[in-house]
């Protein structure tokens, strides 16, 4: 079993930054890709960043040049500098780990955070 706990979330206003933690415990062989995805009332979850274990990282165009992923590989943990918040922004964020143990992989979901953008 593979537990994900997200911390960093909160109130913060519109041009503000909030930086997310998530990290990553339990019987993991590897770490194939850890990302950050987002759901806002009433819509669907939405990826909002990934990282692959090679450091290849994926953004959502709603984040370009606004959200930064990285990964600390030795702690199993990734991050998400989140700059120039906007009210749009506002979601539970959740964290996810697409995990090899052997000999299967698996997609585990931390409990999510919330990130709310004032205006």
């Known amino acids: 079993q593979v537990q994900l706990v997200e911390s960093g979330g909160g109130l913060v206003q519109a041009g503000g930054s909030l930086r997310l933690s998530c990290a990553a415990s339990?019987?993991?062989?590897?770490?194939?890709?850890m990302g950050w995805y987002r759901q806002a009332p009433g819509k669907q979850r939405e990826l909002v960043a990934t990282i692959t274990s090679s450091d290849n990282t994926n953004y959502a165009d709603s984040v370009k040049g606004r959200f930064t992923i990285s990964r600390d590989n030795a702690k199993n943990t990734v991050y998400l500098q989140m700059n120039s918040l906007k009210p749009e922004d506002t979601a539970v964020y959740y964290c996810?780990?697409?995990?090899?143990?052997?000999?299967?992989?698996?997609?585990?979901w931390g409990q999510g955070t919330q990130v709310t953008v004032s205006s």
């Open positions: 996810n780990a697409y995990v090899t143990i052997p000999p299967a992989q698996y997609d585990y």
């Open positions: 339990g019987s993991i062989f590897s770490i194939n890709a």
